[in-house]
Every structure is written in structure tokens, then in C-alpha cells.
């Protein structure tokens, strides 16, 4: 009897693997189609500057509403994408559209009493990063559009450099040399996060939200390294972004440590299209811990 529990318990774990073998090729003819097909949206979230209460631009965050799956999560299709090597047509269509885009956006004094046009950030996986046409996708897309090379910022995340660190320093300094800036997403989730500031040329640092969390309690670890990290990346020369600020408190104190900018729901969700960013800008209200301080 024993045995027969096994063999059936083998047999339906064999079952069970092919239905999700089955799901998983399902789901990648439907990303194919929703890629070639424009299935896929932006989605923009708001970046406010402390020192100048102001929104300076937005993060694009892929959505895909499939007719048959529904929704789908980013963190399960880029994945996805990632391990099919759908990332690279997708990340081209990302890069190419938050261009596009936010070519259209308004323009804001910045601190320095210059006119910017709003930044735009755009996530591109190890993998895009590892293609020898990727800087030549980056300078397609900037031409295509008009947008000026330091208006386009690009996230790479700490597991995205991992396989080839020469290879992607190289292909980010040549990115840099067109006047794109670079930003270290998720900042802190590796396990080499020092060697990540040392080799690769970047300009800003993003806290991961796992440190965002519980930086309002007192002394507590995580905001003694979140106070490590904004003052280790302006001594490099680098600004600071906390992701995922929920409450006032924590912007408060992200404030008092002199991170640079907030980005968050306490700032606002990701708003669902370019169109809806740049029409709720003017109702915009930012927390009353921002603005130049004394
Ligand atoms: P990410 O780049 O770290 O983006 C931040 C994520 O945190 C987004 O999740 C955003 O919606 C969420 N978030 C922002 N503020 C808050 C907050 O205050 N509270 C909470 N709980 N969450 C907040 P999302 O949109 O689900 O995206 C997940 C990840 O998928 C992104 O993480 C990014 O790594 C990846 N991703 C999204 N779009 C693209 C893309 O076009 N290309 C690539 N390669 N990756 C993408
Ligand atoms: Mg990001
Ligand atoms: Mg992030
Ligand atoms: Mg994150």
C-alpha cells in the first residue's frame, strides 16, 4: 500500500509538472503576441526631489493584460522574458516607447534655475546589458525620439550584473559617454553590493524598499545602512533614490539623512500611461517634509 502512495504521488508530481510545462509555453506564445502585437503598456510612477518638492520624473514599469491570462504580474513575465529570451525584444519596445513618451513631457526648474525636461527611467535586464547592439539600441531610441541623452536614465539591478562584470562596465561606460545616466536598482539585495560601487560607473544608488520598510523605527538596523548607503554613495559622487516610501514618517527621516529623491506610494502609484503622468502632475501634493531645508 505504502508503495502505491508513492508511485501515485510520483505520477501525479509528473502531471503536475507537465500542466505547468503546458501553462509556461502557453504564457510564452501569449508574451510573443502581446510583444509583437502592442499588448503591453507603461506605466509611469513619480520621482520627487527633496530639495526642490518636486516631481522630476518617472520610472516606466511594464504591464501586460493579457485576453486570456488576464493580468499578469511584471515580476512573472520578466522573468519569463528573461529566461527566453523575449527580454530583448521587450526591453527594446520599453526603451523605445518611455522615449517616445516622455518626449512629450513637460519641462520644471530644477534647483540649479535651469529648465530640464522630466527624466525618464527605464529598467533593462543582464541580458539586454549583455547584447554587443545594446548601446546602439540606447542611441537608436534617443535619436528617434529627440529626447536628450541625460533625460534617459537607465535601472540595472545587482543579479543583472552578475554574469559579466567587464562586459557590462564596458557597455554601461559607453552608454554613460552618450550622456545617459545609470542607476543601481534594488540597491542592497545582493551580495555584492560594495563591489558593485566600486567597478561599475553609476550615478545614482536605489535603496531597496526591504531597508524603506522599518527605516522609521529609531536606530533600527535598517536605517543605520540606509544612512551607510546615502553617505557612501554621495562620497563616490553619487545621489540617492528611496524606493517604495509608504508613510510620511519615512520620508521624514529619509529627508533628514539627505536622500536625494522619494519614490513611492506616498508620492503616488505608478499612474497608467504617459498621458495620465503628465495630467495629474498639476494636482500633485507632496509630502510637507519636502522642500529646502534650513
Ligand atoms: P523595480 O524596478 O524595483 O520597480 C519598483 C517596484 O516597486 C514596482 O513593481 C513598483 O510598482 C513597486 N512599488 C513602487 N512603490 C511602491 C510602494 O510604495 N509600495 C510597494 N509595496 N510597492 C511599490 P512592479 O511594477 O510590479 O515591477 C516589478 C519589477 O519588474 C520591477 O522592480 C522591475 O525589476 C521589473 N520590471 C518592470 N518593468 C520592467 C521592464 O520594462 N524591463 C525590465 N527589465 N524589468 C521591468
Ligand atoms: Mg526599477
Ligand atoms: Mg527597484
Ligand atoms: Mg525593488
Known sequence: RG???HFDAEVLATRGSQ??????HHMERRLRLAIANGGLRLHYQPLAEVASNRIVGAEALARWEDD???PVSPNEFIKLAEETGLIIDLGRWALRTACREAATWPMFESTDGIRRRMKVTVNVSAVQLSQPSFVRDVADALAESGLLPRT???EITETAVIGDMH????NLQEIRDLGVTIALDDFGTGYSSLTMLRDLPADV???DKSFIDKIAEEASTDSVLARLVIETAHSLGMSVCAEGVETNEQAE???GMGCDTLQGWLISKPRP???AFTEWLPSAVLPECLGPRP
Not at 500542466?19 to 509556461?24: D, G, K, V
Not at 562586459?167 to 564596458?170: L, P, S
Request: aromatic fraction near 0%.
Open 253 to 255: 527621516r529619509l529627508a
Open 167 to 170: 562586459a557590462t562596465a564596458k
Open 205 to 207: 544608488v536605489k535603496i
Open 273 to 275: 500611461g504617459s498621458e
Open 3 to 5: 508503495r502505491v502512495t
Open 19 to 24: 500542466a505547468e510545462l503546458r501553462a509556461r
Open 68 to 70: 486570456e491570462l488576464g
Open 152 to 154: 534617459l536614465c537607465l
